[in-house]
């Protein structure tokens, strides 16, 4: 799943549904088992045939060490790329990619930070990855030095009889500030205010030469996690602009880092957080000398797509499809070390596949026709599914719906007892979503975590924007809303975007089947009614029209 969102203010951990197992009535090993009353006897045929050796063989073949996690714009995400061509092949797909192949060249841009980047106070140097990272939209290179100040949250608000600035020079200065909000201001007020926007505009117009930002404690995701990500290399379309050539650079500092920024200040690091919580806050000088030097290096390549498609068996409604989508990109190689990313997102592009296989091996084919989509570089920004939405290799009008397979392995801890579907409140995919789950006597439960906004963060969304109606799906095991966050935490901190994201043995791999039945399903159902699925007029995209080009609505 796609982080950039979450990362920056996507840069951080996704939304992660591992449930505990309670006192399951059905075998650790068993799947579940649809009420065949409820399923047509073509529906069961159907998930008959999606194999679960299938998602096993896939899973492990997509996650190997082989593949070197599957990186954008590097050989192992070529390679991954061509294995995917030949099983469309082999399950008889037909290419639906450049000149008429399986794969839709795509070409991106790298940017690394080479080891002329450096961050020194007085004459302590900062490790780069690990006390410190740059936002990667501020890395253009650029070279700084300044004293340093700290000006706890940045806040000038009369309201509130509050001025961090007050009476600080901040001209080519490097500014120490807290990431906000402090304490006293919800997470919700604080965005809903603005408030960053604005302290930027103030230190940016007081003359500052940089900013950093340090932790309070309160984050859910400390400052070491966005260092982490910051400090891996970028990548981007090449057609995008290049870094921001009028921001200051923007960093984020650890804390460790940030106990040394005050050392010679008379003030320690834990003291100066506690004074920042008071409005009578006023900003002091760190009696250090910063010197920052950002020297970027960039590369152009290309990476890929992989489409294929089933074509419908309706004269007419063969011209119209239902895209599945899955992203088959993780971090590939970094600093030697392999991200094969299991889970995310190995163990989705293979229930994508077995879906494709078991489509393949109906007789008659659904009427519409049904396209798989494997996409590259969403965990930089979605950008394969936003390349195949704005030039796509199907008529975007005439694609029905699309069904996304983004999964973090929340599906493999056990049964599959409850699903959250991303997307169904906007559109009529989800009354047949509910109808699909309650066959299997799955519990379909609302967005456990709306404030991580999810439903923005995975390749459905570029369908959204383009006004297609598109549904993904979270599934796990039985558990309280304790256990789930919990577990959620648990994983992130271990697993989420990180080398050792590899197939585990205690994997239940029959809870992969049970989400691979369900948008199987789920798209013979579309492909088969008469109608496309439509907005719900209700919804903030109710007025969207296949084929959008306008900005979306914001969200009320």
Known sequence: MNSNYFRTGKQAAALLFVFCLLNLQVPAQMAA?????????EERSLTEKISLDSLKRFTNALSADEMEGRGTMQAGGDKAAEWLAARYEEIGLKPLGDKGSYLQSIKFRETVLTDKTFFKIDDTELVHGKDWGIIPFTARENTIKGEMVF????????????????????????????????ASISKEAWEKSNATQAIFGLIMQAGAKGIVFIGHGREKDPPEVLIDYFSRRQISLSSEDGPSSFMPPLIYASAEAAAKFFEKSGVSYKDALARAENNDFKPFELKRDAEISIKPRSSTGTSSNVVGYLEGSDPKLKEEAIVYSAHYDAYGILDGKIYNGAADNAL????????????????????????FLAVTGEEYGLYGSKF???DPTWDIKKVAANLNLDTIGSEVYGPIKIVVGYGAEHSSLGPMLDDVAEAYKINVIPDPAPEEKVFLRSDHYSFVERGVPALMLMAGPEGTGESLMARIKAWEKLHYHQPSDDVMDDWHWEGAKTVSDLMAILGLRLAQQSEMPSWNKTSRFGELKRGNTKELPEEN
Request: aromatic residues 4%; hydrophobic residues 40%.
């Open 388 to 390: 195949w939405a704005k």
């Open 348 to 371: 989705g592009t293979s229930e994508m596949l077995a879906v494709a296989e078991a489509f393949s091996k109906m007789d008659p084919k659904p009427k519409r026709s049904l396209i």
């Open 151 to 182: 000006v706890a949250y940045g806040i000038v608000a009369d309201s509130i009889n509050r001025n961090d600035l007050e009476g600080i020079n901040l001209r080519n200065k490097i500014v120490v500030i807290i990431d906000g909000p402090p």
């Open 33 to 41: 088992k649809p009420a065949t009353s409820s399923l047509t006897t």
